[in-house]
């Protein structure tokens, strides 16, 4: 079980390569 922490750093991580894959 991954902890809040890590699951929180993953998501964002997710998020930034979606902003970059859409060219922001």
């Known amino acids: ?8 750093a ?3 991580a997710i998020q930034q390569q979606m902003l970059e ?3 922001y």
Do not use: P
Not at 1 to 8: N, P, Q
């Open 1 to 8: 079980m991954k902890s809040y922490v890590e699951l929180k």
């Open 10 to 12: 993953e998501m964002e």
């Open 21 to 23: 894959g859409l060219g």
